[in-house]
């Protein structure tokens, strides 16, 4: 999947967010090019200060992959930062 794709996608989920009131910020795990995790922020929704966008994403991942260990991240760029979302790779060893 292309970089500008998965960005895509990742600003669809901060949009998602923003329309539920959070804080506009989404995440993606993906493992061989293939998206195994998404989310959004959610702390409000949820009532739950861990409720990141990123910590959403990786228990998707997790529990799709039935992985523990999503080592090695790639941080997302500075647009990526700019826009308020991202996509991050997680390589598993
Ligand atoms: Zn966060």
């Not at 910020?25 to 959004?40: C, F, P, S």
Request: charged share 30%.
């Amino acid at each position: 999947m292309r970089q500008e794709e998965l960005m895509r996608r990742a600003l669809e989920l901060a949009q998602r967010a923003e329309q539920e009131g959070e804080v506009p910020i989404g995440a993606l795990v993906v493992l061989n090019d293939e998206v195994v995790g998404e989310g959004w922020n959610r702390p409000i929704a949820a009532a739950d200060p861990t409720a990141h966008a990123e910590i959403q994403a990786m228990r998707a991942a997790a529990k799709k992959t039935d992985r523990v260990s999503l080592a090695a991240a790639e941080r997302p760029g500075g647009a990526a930062r700019r826009a308020r979302g991202g996509a991050r790779r997680f390589p598993v060893p």
